[in-house]
């Protein structure tokens, strides 16, 4: 149902908290001509559910992020709306401690006060309040709206393709020269060095010349411990996680588009086949999705064990792969031991470890990934990030839209932060992969319908 049928001809809609956590982007929606009103009550509401790693709670804080962005530097109590509606608090009603009888209480009231605007309209999710309201003379409805795919490119300003016009440029382009522009000229405006661009089929690295942007060709054929880039974006990660010219990179991915099982291979293919690096280092953030699994009993490693299956899962996929391959004559060796993962945690090849443990360490000489990042804050990502020594590389990855802590959000977390603060600067790459049927069709179709 779209926003302006439920709204009908009412142009003063009053908003319940579960409609704002069920719908966090229903503020950016609200038409011109609609006012919105949420009632004092339902703020505490937003407040009180903040905290959690449910989707309501994820709900409360991304609403409360943009109220928070929409009244930032203005007094008063009419604010503008990014689709050109209208945002107001209504503040009275305040001593009864259920919200649902202060929002009964106060419909009377804005009625009211808008009778001109064709009187108040209830969103709510809450079935009973709705007949209640119903009973007592008011319009109320029920209101589900379908998240969208959020625009990692649009919440960083990044461009995703290029057009490039001069068909000489392209042929030259193909053949694997590299172009050099103006960065005012506007094939390449807005354009940083590190990304990676789409033009008409052709996959191309932006980089910088002096004050100039470069464009250059993507390599064919890469591949990291066996695996392969499946689509365009995971070519790009691939490129980046393999350029030895890259030192810092996140890539920003929803769940299923292959970000850990890349950055996995390329640090392994790099220390233990390519000898850049000596050893490659995985931190997770601890951070539980759902209830607590409680106290673990073990030792260090077998407490965050747990956290680390995801990573396990990855190399099971490189090692089958390699086995696989190596019938066919593929030239990557395996360690000679039953089991080649224990292996190299022993050799101190592959180190597994919580983010709790970095603070005072100096990490030299190696791959260093951070996977869940979008669940670290941007002192913990500072922190990490100042622990990188020569020869290293740090990687961080996450999904922006499961951030599992109260005080983070989609737009405001570690990763998000770490990117924007690095873009253009020399040595960083960020890459977005949104393709995310390289895990499994199931794995797509739940994550594209399931929002």
């Known amino acids: 149902m779209e926003l302006t049928d439920a709204l009908k001809d009412y142009r003063v809609v009053v908003l319940d908290a579960n409609v704002l956590m069920d719908n966090p982007d229903i503020l950016s929606r609200i038409p011109t001509g609609y006012t919105a009103v949420i009632p004092s009550i339902v703020l505490n509401e937003l407040d009180r559910h903040k905290r959690g790693v449910e989707s309501y709670n994820r709900g409360a804080r991304r609403t409360a992020a943009l109220i928070n962005e929409i009244t930032t530097g203005k007094v008063g109590n009419d604010y503008d709306l990014p ?85 000489e440029v392209n042929e030259n382009l193909h053949k694997g020269d590299i172009a050099e522009f103006d960065p005012k000229d506007p094939i390449v405006s807005g354009l940083v060095g590190g990304q990676y661009v789409s033009a008409h089929g052709l996959l191309l690295k932006v980089g910088r010349s002096g004050s100039n942007i470069t464009l250059q060709k993507l390599r064919e054929g890469q591949s990291a411990y066996g695996i392969t880039g499946r689509n365009k974006e995971q070519r790009f990660a691939l490129d980046m996680l393999l350029d030895e010219k890259i030192e810092m990179a996140s890539i920003i991915a929803e769940a299923g588009c292959g970000k850990s099982l890349l950055a996995v291979a390329a640090g ?53 792969g390699v086995k696989k391959a190596s019938i066919g004559g593929n030239m990557l060796k395996l360690p000679d031991a039953a089991d ?112």
């Open 83 to 167: 689709s050109g509606g209208k945002l107001t608090f209504y503040l009275g009603h305040g001593h009864s401690p259920d919200a649902d009888r202060q929002i009964l209480a106060g419909l009377p009231e804005l009625q009211k006060a808008y009778s001109k605007d064709r009187g108040v309209f209830l969103l709510s999710n809450d079935h009973i309040l709705c007949i209640t309201a119903r009973s007592k003379g008011f319009v109320a409805e029920s209101y589900k709206q379908r998240s969208e795919k959020p625009d990692f490119y649009e919440l960083l300003g990044l461009r995703e393709t290029i057009d490039i016009g001069s068909p």
């Open 268 to 320: 392994l293919h790099q220390t233990v086949v390519g000898k850049k690096y000596d050893r490659v280092i995985v931190y997770s953030a601890l951070a539980n999705v759902g209830e607590s699994v409680g106290f673990l009993p073990g030792d260090v490693g077998e407490k965050t064990g747990v956290y680390f299956q995801g990573i396990e899962d990855n190399l099971d996929v490189i090692l089958s």
């Open 340 to 451: 080649p993962i224990g292996y190299w945690q022993s050799e101190g090849i592959l180190n597994l470890d919580p983010i709790t443990f970095t603070r005072g360490r100096s990490l030299r000489n190696a791959f260093v990934i951070v996977e869940e990042s979008q669940n670290l804050t941007v002192h913990q990502a500072r922190t990490l990030g100042t622990r990188i020594g020569d020869g290293s590389k740090l990687v961080m990855i996450g999904d922006p839209t499961q951030t599992d802590l109260p005080h983070l959000s989609e737009k405001d977390n570690g990763l998000m932060a770490f990117t924007r603060s690095l873009l253009g600067v020399d040595g960083f790459s960020p890459v977005i992969l949104i393709d995310n049927s390289a895990r499994s069709y199931v794995a797509k179709m739940v994550a594209e319908r399931l929002r």
